[in-house]
């Protein structure tokens, strides 16, 4: 077994590594012992050639999910370490970001947080985001929206019925996709209305109403 993984090309294991790759990295997840059956964790335990391919494949580290979490000093701070290490990673190409922020009791995710995930707003290709109290992160997305040169698509989940979604994304010249969920105070005209493909906006929670743009 050595022997083999010694004798592939690197070239050829990111290609493996890459094609293992279908789900994003955990960055709230602390303990890695609950990770070592899954990747991009388990390839690093097969060998030292295996470890420092992926630990150097750019590509690898494109790919993220974050959540609440406690609000624990120390944790928070080794959450933080793990994010600014796993994005320069990235060798900033174009990232995807999963931000799911449910719980508003004492779990949230910190604004130290955000600030890292903001410093890399202009590499983000796509992004999910579940707001529950949105106010002083959509005040941050506004400042961003001018650097979201690669940005392709955007949703965003509102969980609290009086967040406001003015924000403008006119000059994301890659942006093809919007998808909004329960916004307040919605104007269309703020997007790139000419160069989407699809815009929806699912605008209350027990009533699907769904209006969507296709352009061709």
């Known amino acids: 077994m050595?022997?083999?993984?010694?004798t592939l090309p690197n070239e050829t294991l990111?290609?493996?590594?890459?094609?293992?790759?279908?789900?994003?990295?955990?960055?709230?997840?602390?303990?890695?012992?609950?990770k070592f059956n899954k990747f991009p964790w388990a390839v690093g335990l097969v060998c030292k050639h295996w470890r420092a391919v992926f630990l150097s494949h750019s590509r690898l580290w494109t790919s993220f999910y974050l959540q609440e979490c406690t609000l624990n000093v120390k944790y928070i701070a080794e959450m933080n370490r793990r994010t600014a290490l796993y994005l320069?990673?990235?060798?900033?190409?174009?990232?995807?970001?999963?931000?799911?922020?449910?719980?508003?009791?004492?779990?949230?995710?910190?604004?130290?947080?955000?600030?890292?995930l903001w410093s890399f707003a202009n590499?983000?290709?796509t992004a999910e985001l579940i707001l529950t109290y949105p106010w002083h992160i959509i005040n941050h997305f506004r400042r961003c929206t001018k650097e979201m040169q690669f940005l392709e698509s955007l949703e965003i989940q509102y969980d609290n019925m009086m967040a406001s979604c003015d924000?403008?994304?006119?000059?994301?010249?890659?942006?093809?996709?919007?998808?909004l969920i329960r916004p307040r105070g919605i104007?269309?005209?703020?997007?790139?209305?000419?160069?989407?493909?699809?815009?929806?906006?699912?605008?209350?929670?027990?009533k699907v109403q769904i209006q969507n743009l296709h352009i061709f």
């Open 167 to 179: 924000i403008v994304l006119k000059n994301a010249p890659c942006l093809v996709e919007v998808n």
């Open 187 to 206: 104007n269309i005209e703020n997007f790139p209305l000419n160069q989407l493909k699809r815009f929806s906006m699912l605008l209350e929670a027990d």
């Open 14 to 34: 990111c290609e493996i590594f890459q094609l293992l790759c279908n789900e994003p990295i955990t960055l709230h997840v602390l303990q890695n012992a609950s």
């Open 123 to 125: 590499h983000w290709k």
């Open 88 to 116: 320069e990673r990235s060798g900033h190409l174009p990232l995807s970001i999963i931000v799911h922020q449910h719980d508003a009791k004492n779990r949230d995710l910190p604004s130290s947080t955000w600030k890292i």
């Open 2 to 6: 050595t022997i083999m993984t010694e």
